[in-house]
């Protein structure tokens, strides 16, 4: 079980552009061998008709998550933004001008893991979670947190998004320029399976978020044995940064792989970045809001 990094409470407000991804099925369609897995959010897999590819989910506006959230509740999104505005420890919001036309969406966090604010510069917050109409009692009763009746009194009864996952979006090309700025941090990268290993590893590839150094995702025990992905999805893995030693990765997540595979992987991976996924989901993210 992974352990992320401890989030550091400090001042809040920095810029970004926010986009809204509906994640309605998360069920990826099976694929051949060799093949490494990602969680299973979705209960049976209809027969008939077959999921649709990532390529095909249904994009959401997020001016639709405020004005149309009735039609939303319940369903899984993704928000990518800058301007983040700290309401208590639980609460913060992300607005923007051109992409939210104005709206604020309040973010509820029940991760367990406060915030990690200021953000690097440049880089944005990514949020993925169910809308939902913000009841402070309804959340107290359901998740265990307690938001403070007066701190989110202006967002009770609006739309508000129920943070499952909270991570960086680093600013394109940082992964691999400067990856010091966010190892041992969480983060989210949107690329494209480009190598398949086995269960326990793969590769992704996208020159603007990783330029022409692929990245290793390492697929931990809990991500095993759930829906299957295929190399050519686009993902949003999001997960711990950290440098690859071979060693200690295998004391830590007893990863499958055999001699081969462990040599190459140390010779083409030693001190590189890798990344300790923790999530796993379709990306429909347009190349513009990254």
Excluded at 35 to 62: G, H, M, S
Excluded at 124 to 152: F, H, M
Aim: hydrophobic share 35%; proline share 10%.
């Amino acid at each position: 079980m992974l352990t992320p990094h401890k989030y550091q409470k400090s001042s809040w407000n920095t810029r970004i552009g926010a986009t809204v991804i509906a994640l309605t099925a998360l069920l990826l369609p099976a694929c051949e061998t060799p093949q490494a897995t990602a969680p299973d959010t979705t209960t049976e897999a209809p027969t008939t008709p077959p999921p649709r590819p990532v390529a095909e989910q249904d994009n959401v506006t997020a001016p639709e998550v405020s004005q149309n959230t009735q039609e939303l509740i319940g369903k899984l999104v993704t928000v990518r933004g800058q301007d983040i505005n700290r309401v208590n420890d639980k609460v913060f919001t992300i607005s923007d001008r051109e992409v939210l036309g104005g709206e604020t969406i309040a973010v509820v966090n029940t991760t367990g893991q406060p915030v990690n604010l200021p953000l690097p510069q440049d880089s944005r917050l990514q949020v993925t979670g169910t809308v939902a109409t913000l009841d402070p009692n309804t959340i107290k009763q359901e998740y265990g947190v307690d938001l403070g009746q007066n701190q989110v009194a202006e967002y009770a009864g609006k739309p508000a998004i129920i943070a499952r996952s909270v991570a960086l979006a680093p600013t394109p090309g940082e992964i691999n320029e400067n990856p010091q700025a966010y190892y041992n941090k969480v983060i989210s990268v949107p690329a494209n399976v480009s190598e398949i290993y086995g269960p326990n590893a793969f590769v992704v590839e996208d020159k603007e978020v990783l330029g022409v150094n692929p990245l290793l995702v390492i697929v931990t025990d809990k991500l095993k044995d759930k829906a299957p992905i295929k190399e050519g999805e686009r993902l949003v893995t999001t997960g711990t940064l950290r440098p690859f030693v071979v060693s200690e990765i295998e004391r830590e997540y007893s990863p499958v792989w055999d001699a081969p595979l462990r040599t190459r992987l140390e010779k083409e991976y030693s001190q590189r970045p890798v990344l300790i996924a923790e999530g796993i989901y379709p990306s429909a993210v347009p190349l513009g809001t990254r």
